[in-house]
């Protein structure tokens, strides 16, 4: 299938990204798209907040943003598929062209602005897909936002949570994407500690006895302070994991001026590093005790085994889904196989921070004494 997206790539990227990215929504939907199976891999599946990842491997938040086509997702051999970021009322997102391709460097930049059809047509793409009969095994995350008109944050994600929490299984609280004014002011410790307060109070109002788990999404564009701080918030209003990073606003020496003049997130490649260090630095301030999700420009098995050994225990992906194709997860399951068993690993989770950890001890980070 590999071969076939490498005829059909260069037809897709003669097209605009948003008009290419809607002819793939739309040719999903009519059941047009490849279909993988994931060879079931014991080394490979992880148990996270009681949910069963069949691959570590999942689709990051941005492709699916109304869940119109999570059953096609889960063929493509993705552990886990994140839904959103929905918010509560339709609206339009930026201005278009918002969506710019770099094929050299395998990267995207976007200033989108959370265009979506809103939280009720969501939460009956989500009804629908849940009623159409036995489930892929896969995870659902639903990832949430606030309206760019919302002035009180906390009343648009609880509201999101009252209504589509009972549905997911993990639920994100978006903010870091770069392009709702105000959304990234979120990222310190006394905003962020209110909102996750009143969340958690909304989820357990809201979902009862099987609360779905609470993930916050950062930007990795953080000072050393800020990381320092949002940890010690994280840890101390108990979110339940974290996903890193969301899209950087740096632009990297070597992208083409034209391409890193345009305003928004970048994602790909050029932002691999810079997400993987933001990953090794939270795993080591929060002692390894709150589950990572790695996303950033994870594009090969090796990217993916470089986030867990930085302490992800968990990756996620969009752009090399564009630049490599529909069977970018298959081959990142299967290379990560390889990755593990070459440094003698048993299962995924004997390598997870394994950078990070004092050296030769083999000690869990958050047992540790000295770290
Ligand atoms: C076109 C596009 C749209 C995105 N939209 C969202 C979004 O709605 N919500 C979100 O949390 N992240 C969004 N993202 C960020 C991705 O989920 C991911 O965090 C980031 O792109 C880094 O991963 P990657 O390099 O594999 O793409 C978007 C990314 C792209 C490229």
Redesign the pocket.
């Known amino acids: 299938m590999q071969d076939l997206y490498t005829l059909a790539r260069p037809l897709l990227f003669r097209l605009d990204p948003e008009k290419a990215h809607r002819l793939t929504i739309a040719l999903m939907k009519r059941g047009v798209f490849p279909r993988y199976t994931l060879k079931p891999d014991p080394a490979l599946e992880q148990t996270l907040w009681n949910l069963r990842f069949p691959s570590p491997v999942g689709l ?3 492709f699916d ?1 109304n869940a119109e086509v999570i059953s096609p997702l889960f063929r493509l051999a993705f552990g886990f598929v994140e839904a ?2 929905v918010t509560p009322k339709p609206q339009d997102g930026n201005p278009k062209p918002r ?1 710019f391709r770099c094929p050299e460097h395998e990267a ?1 930049i ?1 200033r ?1 602005g ?1 265009p979506n059809e809103g939280m009720h047509a969501f939460k009956n793409n989500i009804e629908h897909f849940l009623s159409a009969g036995p489930r892929m095994p896969g995870v659902l995350g639903i ?1 949430i ?1 606030m309206n760019k008109d919302q002035s009180t944050p906390v009343k648009d994600y609880t509201l999101l949570i009252r209504m589509l929490g009972p549905m997911a299984d993990y639920l ?1 609280v ?1 903010i870091s ?1 770069p392009n709702t004014p105000g959304l990234r002011d979120l990222q310190k410790r006394e905003p962020l500690l209110e909102l996750i307060g009143a969340l958690r109070e909304e989820r357990r109002k809201a979902c009862g006895a099987h609360p779905p788990p609470l993930l916050l ?1 950062l930007a990795p564009d953080l000072s050393e302070e800020q990381q320092e701080e949002l940890a010690q918030a994280a840890l101390d209003s108990e979110v339940d994991g974290l996903i890193l ?3 950087t606003l740096d632009r990297p020496g070597a992208l083409p001026p034209a391409f890193a003049g345009e305003t928004g ?1 970048l ?2 490649q050029p ?1 691999t590093n810079k997400s993987t260090g933001i990953i090794r630095n939270f795993y080591r301030l929060t002692n390894g005790k709150i589950p990572i999700v790695g ?4 594009s090969s098995g090796r990217d993916a085994y470089a986030k867990i050994k930085a302490g992800a225990s968990l990756i ?5 889904l564009v630049f490599r194709g529909p069977s970018v997860a298959m081959c990142i399951h299967n290379d990560l196989h390889a990755y593990l068993k070459a440094d003698g690993f048993d299962h995924i989770g004997q390598a997870v921070g394994i950078d990070v950890k004092p050296k030769n001890t083999g000690q869990e980070l958050n047992t540790s004494s000295g770290s």
């Open positions: 990051a938040a941005g943003k959103g970021t969506i995207v976007n989108m959370f990832n936002g994100t978006n994407s999404k990073t969301n899209t997130g994602s790909g932002l996303a950033g420009g994870v996620q992906l969009y752009t090399a």
